[in-house]
C-alpha cells in the first residue's frame, strides 16, 4: 500500500480518458467534418437532421447540435484526463486519495445513470473504466497520510 500505486491508478485514469478523447476526436472528424465519404442512407438521414432547426435564431439543426455534443465529449474526455495527470504528478498524496476517490464515485454514478437511463456502451465503459482505475488507486494507495484538520 504505497503512494506509487495511488498515482498509477491515477496516471492511469488519466491515460484512459485522453485516449479516449484521441480516438473519438477523430471520429468526430470523420463522422462531422469529412462527411461527404458517406453512403446514401446516412447521407439522407444527414440531410433530414441538418434540416429540422432546433433553435431557428441562431440556425442550430439537431445535426449541429449532436456534432456539437460530439464534440464537446472529446474536449471534456481531454480536459479530464489533462486534469487528473497534471493533479496525480503535483499533489500531495494527502488530497490526491481523496480526489480520486470522489473522481470514481462521480464516473461510478455516471455509468450507473447512463446505464439505466440510456445505456451507451462505448461511453460506458470508458467512464467505467477510468472509475476502476481511480477506485483501485484510492482504495489500495497511500492510507498513513491524512489530511490534518486544521490544514484545509
Known sequence: MSESILRHGVRAAASVLLIASGV??????RAYVRAD???APRRALMAA???YEILPRW???VWTMLAAYSLCFAILLMFGGTLLWWLGKELPAARLRPLAGAAAFVLFLGVALLGLLDPAPVQMSILLIAALCLGVGSAFGSRSS???VDSR
Open 146 to 148: 491524512r489530511v490534518p
Open 49 to 51: 437532421m441538418q434540416a
Open 37 to 39: 465519404e458517406v453512403d
Open 59 to 61: 440556425h442550430v439543426t
Open 24 to 29: 473519438h476526436a477523430t471520429a468526430h472528424y
